[in-house]
């Protein structure tokens, strides 16, 4: 029943709480939560009552009632009966450090508390041990002594549950919080929260699934496929989505027939099987949260940008972006969003953001440490970035309190309560400038954000629903909200070694890179026709996964990198030189140098011969070889002198720079003993011609002269 007017003695309470009126839309009621933590009177081995909330309205004034479920936990061995609910509420809450501090510790009493209605269940509720029973859905109007400040105010709400056992009377308690606004809300505070859809790689290298977690949490009521679900609803809350375009390739794998490999044995599962049809679901749902909600595409696998670009390379986290670009679109069919930039947290300096720019974004999201400010009330999102830090206009700074609620341990212990939590921070927030210039908060949790259904569903229906608050996209936020209020510049802070050290290191993104560009020299020689390119290109990017900033994940992100170089050298390994002997009989002349093919692809390369003897050219024009064939290529060489030369024959990728196969061919050159022969009989011929000559000479002057005839008379 509903409490009378309070006594004398708390009229001065009533009196600081009377600008309390109640309107707003009742949250969804969630059907089982974990249990709130809850007082109990007599002793610690009696019987316990735990009282959990289940929904509330998320904002309440004159011409709306409080509304709020409840559920009561038996945590004893009695029975319990007889159950009957107190409602009090507290004093105007006037900053966010009061109402953390009181969320923060459910012990701690609420000042100048003043009953406001109690009431029973009516229907002989008996909650054994060990149940859990909801209770009747309770509305009821504030009584009139409670008025509301303008424009509104923030109250805690305390709920007490009694109920006896065989053991005597016992009692349970939470406290949450309700947010009274007076009427028509003129400047409502803009508010956008990132919702990001990532996780990391269930896959091995091969594409077999070496676990079915990902299942769980794609599921009705995991994390993932519960945001997928609400946000494919008609008429959705505009929240901003991240995608991760690995984890839509890796679901809609999933979505089919598949294969799980546990340890050395590997199952097909059939696109029939139940964890095959849940995969297939949040996709279609996915797909009708995106067409509701444009996305976002997150770096592919999340990659670490920042080390990536302070361990020197452009290239390479570009990449990533434009390659998880491409496949969202691909999958979703209209492009997605590419004004706004998320980075994971790491040493992101000016280099990072012209990446980012370089990738057509406007907007950046960055860590308050990055941009601080001096100022004591809570600063818009928007903060300017002028000129010089890479063709980025904007930068969104997410509010640190309400990013760190988002992933407190309570919003799965106590969610409903925890999301109402949130709820009335933000409305604390909107009471510290309630009708100054147009002001705009972002809520961001980590990458990795795995909500409780419980409490991801109060959640974004409470920001949508409460008037004073309007929910926006983020690149919105960012266009129609300008930085302030105060008017202090914020330029970019260094980063820190912090940063640093919880990237990935420098030697294992060197790896990393030494084997992309492997594989760049690898695709020119394989050219566009090898159908495992794509697969090395995204076999890398993971590698590149901020999921593996820790020494156990690199493991596995070593494992993708270390896939790519085998399948290279597989093919490598197929190419080679026939050994052969080749006699040249002249001083230039061409020489046949055999390359075979052994693998079952085409391949383009060049030759590069070597010889401290031979002249040589440098490298031969590319050439085809087609599969499972041999090409003849015949050199132009030159010799010095004659003899028996080796010459080192290398196959290299078009490019020149990946050494494929070696072998050597024998060049015998006999073009210098030719000439000397020809010498040696001209030199002798001549001699002999002069020796004749001379001998013949030599003779006529050494013979007596002819005697003349004599003559007959």
């Known amino acids: 029943m509903s409490a009378g007017s309070p ?59 409080l509304a709020y479920r409840l559920a009561v936990r038996n945590a004893g061995s009695a029975p319990l009966r007889d159950l009957s609910v107190r409602a009090s509420i507290g004093g105007a809450i006037s900053t966010r450090s009061e109402l953390e501090q009181l969320a923060g510790d459910p012990d701690r009493e609420p000042g100048d508390t003043s009953p406001l209605h109690s009431w029973q269940p009516g229907d002989g509720t008996v909650v054994a041990p060990g149940a859990t029973v909801g209770l009747p859905v309770h509305s009821e109007p504030l009584p009139p002594w409670l008025r509301i400040r303008e424009p509104g105010m923030v109250l805690p709400l305390v709920l007490q ?32 929260l990132l919702v990001p859809m990532h996780e990391q790689s269930h896959r091995n290298p091969a594409g077999d699934f070496v676990n079915d977690g990902l299942g769980k949490l794609l599921a009705p009521d995991g994390s993932l496929g519960a945001i997928a679900a609400e946000l494919a609803r008609p008429g959705a809350p505009k929240v901003t989505l991240m995608i991760d375009p690995m984890l839509t390739d890796e679901a809609t794998a999933m979505g089919g027939s598949w294969k799980l490999r546990r340890h050395r044995r590997v199952e097909t599962v059939s696109a029939g099987d139940p964890r095959s049809l849940i995969a297939k679901q949040f996709v279609q749902n996915l797909r009708a949260a995106a067409a509701n909600n444009l996305p976002t595409a997150l770096p592919y696998a999340n990659a670490d940008l920042p080390s990536v670009v302070r361990a020197g390379s452009d ?49 950046v999201v960055l860590d308050s440490h990055l941009l ?24 969104l700074v997410p509010d640190p309190a309400l990013s760190a609620a988002l992933w407190d341990p309570k919003s799965r212990s106590e969610p409903a309560a925890w999301a109402q939590r949130v709820l009335a921070e933000t409305a604390m927030t909107w009471l510290e400038l309630p009708n100054g210039q147009p ?47 105060a008017k202090e510049q914020r330029p970019l802070a260094p980063y820190t070694q912090a940063d640093v050290d919880m990237g990935l290191p420098a030697s294992y993104l060197r790896n990393i ?66 050994r052969t002997r080749v006699t040249l009989t002249s001083r230039r002349g061409a020489i046949p140098i055999t390359v075979t093919n052994a693998s079952s692809q085409r391949l383009i390369v060049v030759l590069r011969l070597t010889s401290s003897r031979v002249d040589l050219p440098d490298l031969s024009e590319p050439f085809t070889v087609n599969p499972k064939e041999q090409v003849t290529r015949r050199v132009e060489v030159g010799t010095r002198t004659t003899g028996t030369f080796p010459i080192r024959v290398d196959v290299y990728t078009p490019d020149g720079k990946v050494n494929i196969a070696r072998d050597q061919v024998t060049l015998v050159s006999t073009a210098f003993n030719r000439v000397a022969l020809v010498l040696a009989g001209g030199a002798g011929g001549f001699l002999l011609l002069w020796w004749g000559r001379k001998t013949g000479w030599r003779r006529r002057r050494t013979d007596p002269p002819a005697k003349a005839p004599e003559s007959v008379s």
């Open 7 to 65: 006594p004398a003695s708390r009229r001065r309470p009533r009196r600081r709480v009377a600008g309390l009126g109640l309107v707003g839309v009742v949250l969804a009621m969630v059907a089982t939560c974990p249990p709130a933590r809850a007082q109990q009177s007599g002793s610690s081995s009696g019987p316990a009552l735990q009282v959990i909330l289940q929904g509330i309205t998320a904002t309440t004034g004159p011409k709306a009632p």
């Open 161 to 192: 549950v009694l109920a006896s056992s065989d053991d005597g009377q016992v009692a349970g308690r939470l406290t949450t919080f309700v947010v009274a606004t007076s009427g028509a809300i003129r400047n409502p505070l803009r508010i956008s």
């Open 315 to 363: 290239a390479e986290p570009l990449a990533s972006l434009l390659y998880a670009r491409k496949h969202l679109k691909e999958w979703l069919g209209p492009n997605p969003d590419a004004s706004l930039a998320w980075p994971v947290p790491g040493a992101i300096d000016a280099a990072t953001l012209k990446v980012l720019a370089d990738a057509d974004a406007t907007t």
């Open 372 to 395: 601080p400010t001096t100022a004591s009330t809570t600063q818009n999102a928007t903060v300017d970035l002028g000129a010089g830090l890479g063709g980025l206009s904007h930068a």
């Open 439 to 485: 002001r705009g908060i972002l809520l961001a949790p980590p990458q990795t954000w795995r909500p409780a259904p419980e409490f991801f569903r109060p959640l974004v229906r409470g920001l949508v629903s409460a008037p004073w608050l309007d929910l926006l996209p983020a690149q919105q936020l960012a266009a129609q909200v300008p930085q302030g209020p």
């Open 513 to 578: 890179s030494n084997v992309n560009s492997r594989l760049t020299s690898f695709s020119r020689m394989v050219a566009s026709n090898f159908p495992a390119l794509d697969d090395y290109d995204r076999d890398l990017l993971i590698a590149q996964s901020s999921d593996w900033r820790a020494p156990g994940g690199r493991v596995k992100g070593s494992s993708f990198v270390r896939a790519v170089g085998l399948g290279m050298r597989a093919v490598q390994r197929q190419v080679g030189v026939q």
